[in-house]
């Protein structure tokens, strides 16, 4: 009576332990898969930025924007932005290493 009892729990809790494996495992690919969403989605952005911030840096070579009018000033925080988010990024990647 008591051995029978014993293998019916032994029974229903492999059953339910097998079942929360299953379920885990099912959790853990979701997250893997979002992480590779965010690293791929971290990489597109840092690329962005270094591009933007190349072609700022082309744009500007001669230094033909002057702060003095309106198209310089907000050229010049355009690039402020873009150095500021290239700096960080790069910091970002240097510790990630």
């Given at each position: 009576?008591?051995a029978?009892?014993?293998?019916?729990l032994?029974?229903?809790?492999?059953?339910?332990?097998?079942?929360?494996?299953w379920?885990?495992?099912?959790?853990?690919?979701?997250?893997?898969?979002?992480?590779?969403d965010l690293?791929?989605?971290?990489?597109?952005?840092?690329?962005?930025?270094?591009?933007s911030?190349?072609?700022m840096?082309?744009?500007d070579r001669?230094?033909?924007?002057?702060?003095?009018?309106e198209?310089?000033?907000?050229f010049q925080l355009?690039?402020?932005?873009i150095?500021?988010?290239?700096?960080?990024?790069e910091?970002?990647?240097e510790e990630?290493k």
């Open positions: 009576m008591i029978g009892l014993l293998i019916v032994l029974l229903l809790l492999s059953i339910y332990l097998t079942f929360r494996v379920y885990l495992a099912g959790a853990l690919a979701d997250a893997q898969d979002y992480i590779e690293e791929s989605t971290n990489q597109y952005m840092y690329d962005k930025i270094s591009r911030y190349d072609a840096q082309q744009i001669l230094g033909a924007f002057e702060s003095e009018d198209a310089g000033t907000t355009l690039k402020q932005v150095e500021e988010l290239n700096e960080e990024f910091n970002g990647t990630k």
